[in-house]
């Protein structure tokens, strides 16, 4: 069976830092192109970042670019995000999820809340 | 990257069929194959319908169906029941090789 399971959330303070990580079983993650993507609470999915099997390619959104860093550890099967300088707005539940080759998210983690509070 | 537009909600009765829209432009929707829709029940993640504009993964029920025209994808709900009533997001590859989501919509089954 398949497993996507994230965790790191909770709650930072606005200019913090958090890691997020993602530990994927069922499936070889070497071989898999991985996303960061996020819900804020009432809110609709938002695409945050990607990056490929081998690390060497990665995208961001504008409204993280500069601030989070996705990343991964193949031989640890994980997937991260660091995430810093965070805002307010950045209060939501951030998903691990593969992407398929034809540009899909086949496996979803169960998510984990990221609060930025004071 | 703008969100693609999907309605934000819409309601059907046990067994009618509704169709969702989602509007994207010719760097997105319009120019890919690559549309897929996803089902997400309160409190849980998103899950998988539809893939490549009109595929089902295996074991997504017959009941929906993905297609394009133009700029605009949509999926339809048939014989709709009261387990479809969830929210819906559409997603389409970039030109910019990025993903973007729809806006969301709401199905209520009355």
């Known amino acids: 069976d398949v497993q996507v399971v994230e965790s790191g959330g909770g709650l930072v303070q606005p200019g913090g830092s958090l890691r997020l990580s993602c530990v994927v079983s069922?499936?070889?993650?070497?071989?898999?192109?991985m996303n960061w993507v996020r819900q804020a609470p009432g809110k609709g999915l938002e695409w945050l970042s990607y990056?490929?099997?081998?690390?060497?390619?990665?995208y961001y959104a504008d409204s993280v670019k500069g601030r989070f860093t996705i990343s991964r550890d193949n031989a640890k099967n994980s997937l991260y995000l660091q995430m810093n300088s965070l805002r307010v707005e950045d209060t939501a539940v951030y998903y691990c999820?593969?992407?398929?080759?034809?540009?899909?998210?086949?496996?979803w983690g169960q998510g984990t809340l990221v609060t930025v509070s004071s | 990257q703008s969100a693609l537009t999907q309605p934000a909600s819409v309601s059907g009765s046990p067994g009618q069929s509704i169709t969702i829209s989602c509007t994207g432009t010719?760097?997105?929707?319009?120019?890919?194959?690559?549309v897929s829709w996803y089902q997400q029940h309160p409190g849980k993640a998103p899950k998988l319908m539809i893939y490549?504009?009109?595929n089902r993964p295996s074991g997504v029920s017959n009941r929906f169906s993905g297609s394009k025209s133009g700029n605009t994808a949509s999926l339809t709900l048939s014989g709709l029941q009261a387990e479809d009533e969830a929210d819906y997001y559409c997603s389409s590859y970039t030109r910019s090789n990025t993903q973007v989501f729809g806006t969301g919509t709401k199905v209520t089954v009355l």
């Open positions: 010719s760097s997105d929707v319009g120019g890919y194959n690559y």
């Open positions: 990056i490929s099997s081998s690390g060497s390619t990665i």
């Open positions: 490549d504009v009109t």
């Open positions: 069922g499936f070889t993650l070497s071989g898999s192109e």
């Open positions: 999820a593969r992407r398929a080759p034809s540009n899909y998210f086949d496996y």
